[in-house]
């Protein structure tokens, strides 16, 4: 069991190695591509000063060059830009925001702005008023630049959920799978049970009155609600059963007459009637489970405590006992199906238990403290009627 913890643990590793680098991969490989596209745009920034400079240095350009820097102009359809003389006067603007186009002081700052993000590139003029070229990153590259960072977190929330989908399906195939295996055994039990109590019925006839068979009856009629336990799993229970009080009670007295006489057993019970809706073959299910762990752990000897009482509208049930206890890994798997520290038994009481009270009675189920050495306690929670 503890192999197959550990497997488990290292598989839920790499599946979180796996979806990291696969996250980072595509966050790389967007910034390498966003870096591209920044080193095209200056690029694009450079022939088009370049344009400017060759259109300044010559004074009387044939037709073929002025179309040429004229199409080499008109490129730039996404790259703001803007140019300014020595003493600030806008020389030419192009591609940005409309609502400061015709405002030369909104301008000059944009052209400030862009300084920090881009050199200033200056062009030369024989008159020696030279120009200054603003430039920015255009309106698509700007918005590129947080695509790496959204797209990996869609990626990301993407593998979370396929991992919870997965992991659903999984925890639904194993309570089909619970259901049905208890479903059998109700089925296997019901045989051998109808012959016993045919049995029982002879033997009245020799001994009516007779204790061992008054015994053995008892027995049998517990088997009978094992077995009805047992069939009512995978199905919905109905809630009919209202006294709680009564049906912890009669699972102390049975339990006590059959647990190790060196085990102090002990219960306590609120004066009052406590009315909450459960089912009482499947709420006894829990209780004798929860008991005969603890006996277990006591190796049948210890103290054994069961208290009932209520706490903001909710009824409390606390199963303690004074045997080995859990370290912190054995308490996180104990409601695990298959998990069990012991060498026999399939790990399926608390499993079901938990199934019982969660599913079936929306309440909870809880190791409220443990320690190695000291014991273990137990809490069952369930709503109070209102």
Excluded at 33 to 39: A, G, S, V, W
Excluded at 139 to 163: H, T, V
Excluded at 256 to 265: A, C, D, E, L, Q
């Amino acid at each position: 069991m503890l192999r197959k913890s550990i497997f488990a643990r290292l598989n839920n590793w790499i599946i979180f190695v796996l979806m990291t680098i696969v996250v980072l991969t595509v966050v790389i490989a967007s910034t390498i591509l966003i870096t591209f596209l920044r080193k095209e745009e200056v690029k694009r920034v450079d022939i088009l000063v370049s344009a400017l400079k060759f259109q300044q240095e010559v004074t009387s350009p044939n037709l073929e060059i002025q179309g040429l820097l004229l199409q080499i102009y008109s490129s730039n359809s996404t790259i703001p830009l803007i140019i300014l003389d020595k003493n600030d006067q806008i020389m030419v603007h192009k591609n940005i925001p409309q609502d400061i186009e015709n405002d030369p002081v909104q301008i000059v700052a944009l052209a400030r702005k862009m300084a920090k993000s881009y050199p200033v590139i200056e062009i030369k003029v024989p008159d020696g008023n030279n120009q200054f070229v603003y430039y920015d990153n255009s309106e698509l590259l700007n918005n590129l630049r947080y695509s790496p960072f959204i797209l990996g977190f869609f990626i990301l929330c993407y593998f979370l959920f396929s991992f919870w989908f997965l992991r659903t399906i999984k925890k639904t195939d194993e309570g089909y799978l619970w259901a049905g295996l208890a479903k059998e055994t109700a089925h296997q039990i019901g045989t051998p049970l109808s012959s016993m109590i045919g049995w029982i019925e002879i033997m009245k006839l020799d001994d009516p009155d007779s204790e061992g068979v008054h015994e053995i009856e008892k027995d049998v009629e517990r088997l009978r609600t094992i077995s009805e336990r047992f069939s009512k799993i995978g199905s919905v229970p109905e809630l009919n059963d209202k006294d709680f009080n009564e049906t912890i009670k009669e699972n102390y007295d049975y339990l006590k007459r059959r647990i190790s006489k060196k085990v102090n057993f002990s219960l306590h019970l609120p004066t009052y009637k406590i009315d909450v809706p459960h089912n009482k073959i499947l709420m006894s299910w829990v209780i004798e489970n929860l008991v005969k762990n603890a006996v277990d752990a006591m190796k049948g000897e210890g103290s054994l405590l069961i208290s009932v009482y209520e706490r903001n509208k909710n009824i409390l049930v606390e199963v303690k006992d004074t045997g080995s206890g859990m370290t912190k890994q054995q308490a996180r798997n104990a409601f695990k199906p298959g998990y069990s520290t012991k060498k026999r038994g399939w790990g399926l009481g608390l499993s079901l238990a938990k199934r019982v009270i969660q599913e079936y009675h929306n309440g909870d189920i809880k190791i409220s403290q443990t320690e190695v050495g000291k014991g273990t306690s137990f809490r069952i929670t369930i709503r109070k009627e209102a």
